[in-house]
């Protein structure tokens, strides 16, 4: 990966080893919670994923926008999808979040770019962006 | 109705008239974006409602939870379901929302109550709750 | 004063009153600061209570905006202005503003009532809602 | 216990009640973590209630500084350190939290209207406010 | 133009751009409103712009507040004026508005020696920003 | 000092100073009120620069978490102690909080670092950085 994703998931992975690393037990924990409420249940990954995505924009969160953006796509989400997400973004958060979404628009188009070459992960078996616990898989085992 | 759903309701209902009724049409305007954005197109409308959900929950507006927790109850969403989005609203929100969490749980327990009575609308023809502009089924037929 | 505008009234008196008299120096000092500048300067008074307005809907308090409801009015904001006001809310902070905007015209209406009956204080005398320190007139004296 | 706290109180119980009993594995997973990590450790419990305290305010969030004024009521701490705190909170928050405080006042003048009648717990045995899962004691013993 | 505001009329123009054109008839409307709100009625274009500087300061959105600035400084907001709305937003909105003051002062700045080289537009001809449509003047026609 | 912190350091102390050389009475004395407000007194002054890094990152502000993350060092907060926090910060304020303490493990870091090379202050002595008002000491005289 090269560009803006390949920045944020070094820096990401990185950091959360440094946080899980020093982190005590219950760091641990919330961490691993964190990707066990994203797997699918009743509701599937995609929509959990894109759920994840309006809460990252109206929270104005970059970071996590881009978080789940890799996601939403892993799981198949489309650009028609993605576009209808980001009018409920707007409606609810106002224009404020606008910023956010013109940042989320690069994106989307970065990974669209890495998608046509390959170089994303897709749907369940994403080697792109490895779990919230750094470790590809793990996610879905520890439930 | 009776309860606070009907005390929502009401005020919702009446209030929303003075502001239509006393806005610009900029207001109007946007009260029917706001409409226009959760019906179904490439997103289904249920999963919209459940974005609008999350959004309010982790914005933490308990009026927008009501409003948001009817509609998608009125499009077919489970128990299961709002349990599992719940999850994801206290993982992305925090602890600060578990007391609107609360009080959700409160108010589906009275959505389900009407439900069982056949006081609550279904699916497309929802009559319990009007559209956001104050007239049922306009939302639809707007855009 | 009756109803709400009254309560609200009452209790942000009383309990000012406890803040200010248990609080310390440095308290008192924010609740000072806190009145002068929303003092006439290079902007009117009625463009920062307008401003204020805008900050307490947009970060969602309602006593806030009670609070610069009354003072607008107080300078004589019009209803038009309040309208257009809120419209810069509602498209700032997007839809989850709407129920603040719908308690807001309630209480507007109050406001309107009691101004036709004499009951509220006009432009720089306004004696019914004292300062933020809780005594008429010394916000503009204590600069 | 009466008041506003008596149903503050049988409001948060009941409700968590519902929510850990229809609620799946996760939800009973980020209540206990939440519990636990008000536990002294590196820092004391009262320290960490006190941060608790803070982070409601800024977050503006009612029932949420309710049940940390009471617990860190329950560890000891004095009128002069919660104005100290109230400050940290209007400086940071801005006016926006001066509502809340006010709330907050009456709140604590109930708390300590209650500890005078022997009606609230003290320290580690309290037991006038259940622990976090509804239990007394038990965020104690699950770490 | 140079600097920091340059860039960000770069990426903002392109990106709006992106977002319009891919994006459907209800986000070109959310655009649309949302420029229409700004422009002078009851209220002058002025205060309107003033009244979003404070929103977007209080919400801590570093884009909204550069776009503000330009327009504030385009519809003639002097510096004592800049500079009294930052102390409505700094009592407000807390000290956690400081970061943000900071690069506005920054900003603002930057503003000023571009308007002294007469780089900046001024008052309802302003060139040197494009309408929130990306296309200058375009927001006064469509209402 | 090299690296974030010395561009955080010399970027802060810059526009402080063109805030305050500009600003008028009002925003010289937020400045001075929110440096009197964490010296020590009923609470000591590394539990209150403690509540500081809890409201900031609550509220998600990076400057504002580097501020205090510098203070929470000079007063000896240890590794123990800043990690007990960050749970207080994810569970509160949500998985929305993790990229906020990404950064501020790496700031941490860099603290240490500074310190082992003895660039940094050490409690009340600070040099490393100025206080609020731009001038070591001055917070401490001027209450």
Known sequence: MAG???????????MNEKLLSKGNLQLKRFFNLDSQVYIGGALSSQTKELM???????????????????????????DAEFFETFNVILIGGGSISIPHLRRAVETLEEIREKSA????????????????????????KEQ
């Not at 994703?5 to 992975?13: T, Y």
Request: overall charge positive; aromatic content about 4%; some cysteine.
């Open 4 to 14: 803006k994703l390949a920045a944020f998931h070094e820096f990401r992975s990185r």
């Open 117 to 140: 070459k390959g170089e994303m992960a897709k749907g369940r078996n994403r080697e792109g962006l490895k779990g919230r616990m750094g470790e590809t898989g793990k996610r879905r």
């Open 52 to 78: 994840g995505l309006v809460a990252s924009a109206v929270l104005r969160c970059d970071d996590c926008i881009t978080y789940h953006l890799i996601r939403c796509a892993e799981e198949g989400v489309t």
